[in-house]
């Protein structure tokens, strides 16, 4: 692995922990635990003893706070290793406890998030559901006053690590039924699944991520006491968009890590496979295919790390973390279909690396908002300039 002279000491140091870590923990095992669509919460204290599970926490709360690039450079490599491990570090580190970080009372900050940044409890969020992905401002599950708490009915599709989670962040109606307040009407709250009511239903079968947990779950008169709800009942969906915000440049961070070794072993395949008497690398055809496939993979990490320096900076930037997750997730899908070109057939065969990274990589430009909805908030933002502009 090439220094990164434009990380600190101390990144650097983090980026080769996390190579160490993914090397050695991850890449022997990724093939069989995709194969066997297993997921392992064996690894997460692992994550945790690095620290990997509360790198955005403060220290009071067991975390080490180092700030998103420091963290973005480790998922990445994480996702190197293995992208269904990436993606349940993602999805804890960026959405349920950050918005316990923000959002919870600090009794319920004390409650979770040390043993979240040890890796002991599991966060999951849960946003879509049936009728409602992209368009997640219509979901129906509801959460009805019960005296001075609530109880929640209704169902949440595709919820990342939500069989093996400890708690989840749950977005539900809290606006009067009929009421239809849309964005408005909405609340936010912790959910600890040994809560009585929380069912956890069918376990997808997917293309990729084979071995991270994607699961259905319900709420059936699930009962919470007021100190669940995060902070006001109807602010729960902008408290999930803005925590969404940094979950896109995890999935940034996790699309890049998948496009790096597939294009490493590409690499590793041309100098060796020998055709015409010769190795394929020799081929300029061939030779400039690895070169636009590096190309695009340090263009994406310039543009991860520019979103991530403007966060640590105190001025994250929407438009920024778009372009990110737009541009790393259709560069992993570029550059893992590129790989498998340069494997040829058996580029194809399960039997070597690159077929998996493909369809692992597909899913970064769906979830957390598809490519085309970052689009859309790209296309905004540059008419809200101009308006600003007059
Ligand atoms: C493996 C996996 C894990 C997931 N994990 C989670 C999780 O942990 N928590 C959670 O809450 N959700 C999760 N999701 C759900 C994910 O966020 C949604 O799949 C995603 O937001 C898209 O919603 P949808 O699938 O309903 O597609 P739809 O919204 O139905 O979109 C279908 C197509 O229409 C396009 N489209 C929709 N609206 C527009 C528009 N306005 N303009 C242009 N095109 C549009 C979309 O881009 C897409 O191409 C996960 C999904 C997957 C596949």
Redesign the pocket.
């Known amino acids: 692995m090439r220094r990164d002279l434009t990380l600190s000491d101390e990144q650097e140091q983090v980026r080769e922990l996390a190579r160490e870590f993914a090397k050695n923990e991850l890449r022997p095992r990724t093939a069989e635990w995709d194969r066997k669509q297993e997921f392992h919460s064996e690894v997460l204290p692992l994550l945790g003893e690095l620290g990997f599970m509360g790198m955005l926490l403060p220290e009071e709360y067991g975390g080490l706070d180092l700030g998103m690039l420091t963290y973005l450079v480790a998922l990445e490599q994480i996702a190197w290793g293995d992208a269904s491990v990436a993606i349940t570090m993602s999805?804890h580190n960026s959405l349920p406890t950050q918005m316990i970080l923000k959002y919870a009372s600090e009794e319920q900050k004390r409650k979770w998030l040390p043993a979240m940044a040890r890796g002991e409890a599991l966060g999951?969020?849960?946003?879509?559901e049936a009728g409602a992905?992209?368009?997640a401002a219509s979901l129906k599950a509801r959460a009805e006053r019960d005296g001075d708490g609530w109880v929640l009915n209704g169902e949440?599709l595709?919820?990342?690590n939500g069989g093996a989670a400890d708690l989840v962040l749950v977005m539900v109606r809290t606006d009067a039924p009929g009421e239809r307040r849309g964005p408005r009407g909405i609340g936010a709250f912790v959910v600890p699944t040994d809560t009585p009511g929380y069912q956890v239903g069918k376990k997808e079968d997917?293309t990729g991520?084979r071995s991270s947990e994607?699961v259905a779950i319900a709420f059936n008169d699930l009962r919470l006491g007021p100190e669940s709800l995060l902070g006001q009942p109807d602010h729960g969906f902008i408290y999930a968009l803005s925590s969404l915000e940094g979950g896109r440049l995890g999935v940034g961070a996790q699309a890049l890590g998948i496009a790096e070794a597939a294009l490493e072993h590409a690499v590793d395949y041309a100098g060796e496979r020998e055709q015409f008497g010769q190795p394929i690398k020799d081929f300029q055809g061939l030779a400039f295919k690895l070169a636009d496939m590096a190309t695009r993979v340090e263009a994406s990490r310039g543009l991860l790390y520019r979103a991530a320096r403007a966060w640590d900076a105190g001025q994250p930037d929407m438009r920024l973390s778009s372009m990110t997750k737009l541009y790393c997730s259709e560069t992993a899908l570029w550059v893992t279909g590129q790989a498998i070109n340069v494997f040829g057939g058996y580029g194809f065969m399960k039997d070597y690396p690159v077929e998996k990274l493909f369809r692992d990589a597909k899913?970064t430009e769906?979830?957390?908002?598809?490519?085309?909805?970052q689009r859309?908030v790209i296309a905004r933002t540059l008419y809200q300039e101009k308006a600003a502009e007059v």
């Open positions: 999805v999951a969020f849960a946003l879509s992905g992209s368009d949440k595709w919820v990342t997917k991520l994607t899913v769906i979830y957390e908002g598809t490519s085309e909805i859309l």
